[in-house]
């Protein structure tokens, strides 16, 4: 157990972290492109604002506090089930100054909970657990911020140093095998984790090959430059079908130009850098180039393996470097810089037998469908997971650069559709051992 003035320390750090990050991404811009949707895939920034604050409200002022609504009358304008993404546009939804005065009025209602609250007990408050949950909440949406921001056409607004040279120089191996056994998957311990990442439970994994570092732009290359998009082979009929009716030839922002790929990058065009791993592909593409390079991707237990098994004393670890915190010299995660580091990078973040960046970089695709563990239970409310188990949507792993430590663990989930490509998807493939 953790004392409660520790864990009020945490949880207040926790939200301001991903406040002043919510700040960046909505003050870089002016009014007209807060309230503008860039795509149709994507929210107004002003919506994903409100919403931050609204959530915040109903979990922690309403369900946490005990107190009245603020503002019942905006709930249905930014419940998510009720207008999807495309419609949010035409709603009457808070202006910027408007949504940031109710942000705010609702974050200093918080903290005055967070200093009375016993953080103990009942599921919804111990270990400060829909504080964690809400600071997450809106990590999340910050990534969801930086994808419009990604998509969104004109000059840059947001600036980062590239990640630090982190590499020493070691010649890697192409993979690493893992050997066969059971291992512990998922987590009952680990306090502010998500419904869908409990309870641990033993998984038999059978013993594969996962590659060292995720695909690289230049191994992607040469599955572009081999006709890796022509190829019905390579491809699922649904990837096929996919990528024949809306055209695909290359990774999402990528052009031809001169006997060169370009990608436009947060308003910057730029040549692909060959080293750095692949982002803005579809499982399907990340699938067809798993199958032309003779492999397959992982599935989810194995990437959780891979991730967090530790076979000299047979546990599994919070991360591949073992139960601390991420520290910028061991995992690209926060946004502290808007684009993946070389593979290769991040020695310190190697996992016990030496796969490196399994925690930041890029999100990495699995083969698996997002499924309930077995003995799941919802909560505090099924539309976090629950309502979207099932064949349609794949697990990726891992967390990207644009994910804050909070909303990133060995146990995290994530999931999307496989045509999704606007996120910071990327993935390492693997095979059987036998
Ligand atoms: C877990 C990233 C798929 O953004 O749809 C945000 C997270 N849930 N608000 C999403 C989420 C509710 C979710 N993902
Ligand atoms: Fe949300």
């Given at each position: 157990t953790i004392d409660p003035e520790a864990l009020r320390r945490r949880a207040e750090k926790a939200l301001r972290t991903a406040r002043d990050r919510t700040h960046t991404l909505t003050t870089c811009v002016d009014e007209p492109d807060l309230t503008a949707q860039h795509s149709p895939l994507m929210s107004p920034l002003v919506w994903d604002l409100a919403h931050i604050g609204n959530q915040e409200e109903q979990w922690l002022?309403?369900?946490?506090?005990?107190?009245?609504?603020?503002?019942?009358?905006i709930d249905p304008l930014y419940d998510a089930f009720e207008h999807p993404r495309a419609e949010r546009p035409s709603l009457p939804l808070l202006a910027p100054a408007e949504a940031r005065g109710y942000v705010h009025e609702v974050r200093g209602r918080v903290l005055d909970i967070l200093e009375r609250v016993e953080l103990r007990g009942a599921p919804l408050v111990d270990a400060g657990f829909a504080f964690g949950m809400i600071a997450q909440h809106e990590q999340q949406h910050d990534e969801t911020m930086l994808i419009t921001h990604q998509l969104r056409r004109g000059p840059a607004a947001l600036t980062a140093p590239p990640p630090p040279d982190t590499a020493d120089g070691a010649v890697l191996p192409e993979e690493v095998l893992i050997p066969g056994g059971p291992f512990t998957m998922g987590?009952?311990?680990?306090?502010?984790?998500?419904?869908?990442?409990?309870p641990a439970h033993r998984r038999l994994v059978p013993a594969f090959h996962i590659d060292t570092t995720p695909v690289t732009n230049g191994a992607y290359q040469r599955f572009i430059a081999d006709g890796g998009y022509a190829?019905?082979?390579?491809?699922t009929a649904e990837g096929w079908a996919y990528i024949r009716e809306h055209g695909?030839?290359?990774?999402?922002f990528w052009r031809r130009e001169g006997g060169q790929w370009l990608r436009r990058r947060f308003g910057v065009t730029e040549p692909v850098p060959p080293e750095e791993p692949v982002v803005h592909v579809s499982w399907y593409e990340a699938d067809a180039y798993a199958r032309w390079a003779g492999r397959r991707l992982p599935t989810e237990e194995e990437w959780e393996k891979a991730a967090r098994h530790d076979p000299d004393s047979g546990r599994s670890r919070r991360y591949p470097w073992g139960d601390a915190d991420p520290t910028p010299d061991r995992a690209n995660l926060g946004?502290?810089?808007l684009r993946p580091a070389p593979a290769g990078s991040y020695p310190r973040g190697a996992s016990a037998l030496g796969v490196r960046q399994l925690i930041g970089d890029v999100w990495e695709w699995t083969s698996s469908d997002f499924l309930p563990y077995p003995g799941f239970r919802a909560f505090?409310?099924?539309?976090?997971?629950e309502v979207f188990f099932g064949p349609a949507y794949k697990v990726l792993r891992g967390g990207s650069f644009a994910v804050d430590e909070v909303a990133c663990r060995g146990t995290f989930r994530n999931w999307d559709l496989p045509v999704r490509r606007q996120i910071f998807s990327g993935f390492r493939t693997a095979r059987d051992a036998s």
């Open positions: 002022l309403r369900a946490v506090g005990g107190c009245d609504a603020l503002r019942p009358d987590t009952s311990a680990e306090p502010w984790a998500l419904d869908n990442e409990r190829e019905r082979r390579w491809w695909l030839t290359a990774p999402l946004q502290r810089h505090p409310y099924r539309e976090y997971s």
